[in-house]
């Protein structure tokens, strides 16, 4: 069965430094999508794309992180500088395409577990 | 803006017991809900979905209904088993596009 792939799948970084996590969608899914989950809480959408193009990215701290998709197949999350809070884990989904609708339902990766010392 | 709030934030039980979980959500204005389970330190698992016109959904051991317009849903766990311990997130979709909202998650314990 086709998965969504993530690495690495734990991550520890000093503040300050930078850190990247890589995403593989499932193939022939256009819309890939980047949550922060905080220990305790439920995923936030940070950043969705549609192909390679950002759709939504109202919740992504621009001055720290950037995301990017650049032949519409996988995708980089980067985080410069990374900060304490930033601990958390990083999941990904991708769904089929975009808009409302049963082709849209989202399948999730592993994440990767993010931890600031 | 959507908010979703899961209650009880825990939960433990006996194994063998019929248990429900609860999510409400403040605007009614929904295109589908989600149930989703997590392992500790793993993504995420879909276990049901309703769209808005329907009441409820069963897969196996699992039932969720949903009551839009008084912003509810439910999942029912009969027969709990040790293997259904996890987290327990529901997250509903709205009208305008793709975006889920979730709760924060019930974590479920079941002791045997």
């Known amino acids: 069965e086709a998965e969504v792939a993530q690495s690495p799948r734990y991550k520890i970084t000093e503040k300050s430094q930078a850190v990247a996590f890589w995403c593989d969608p499932i193939s022939g899914h256009a819309t890939l999508y980047w949550y922060r989950q905080i220990l305790g809480q439920g995923p936030e959408l940070l950043v969705q794309f549609q192909d390679e193009s950002v759709v939504d990215d109202s919740q992504l701290p621009k001055d720290r992180f950037s995301a990017e998709r650049l032949k519409g197949v996988d995708s980089t999350l980067k985080i410069q500088p990374a900060e304490l809070g930033d601990s958390a884990m990083y999941l990904c989904?991708?769904?089929?395409?975009?808009?409302?609708?049963?082709?849209?339902?989202?399948?999730f990766g592993a994440g990767t577990r993010l931890s600031v010392l | 803006k959507q908010e979703v709030t899961q209650i009880p934030a825990a939960l433990s039980v006996p194994e063998g017991e019929n248990l429900v979980l609860n999510c409400s959500f403040t605007?009614?204005?929904?295109?589908?809900l989600q149930w989703f389970r997590q392992d500790p330190g793993k993504g995420l698992t879909s276990l049901l979905l309703?769209?808005?016109?329907?009441r409820e959904q069963t897969s196996g051991r699992l039932n969720a209904s949903l009551d839009k317009s008084s912003g509810r849903s439910t999942l029912y766990i009969a027969a709990s088993q040790p293997g259904d311990s996890a987290t327990y997130l529901c997250?509903?979709?709205?009208?305008?596009?793709?975006?889920?909202?979730f709760g924060a998650g019930t974590i479920l314990r079941v002791k045997s």
């Open positions: 605007d009614s204005a929904i295109y589908n």
């Open positions: 989904a991708s769904s089929l395409e975009l808009g409302v609708g049963a082709k849209n339902i989202q399948y």
């Open positions: 997250a509903v979709r709205g009208l305008g596009g793709n975006k889920l909202v």
């Open positions: 309703i769209q808005s016109s329907q």
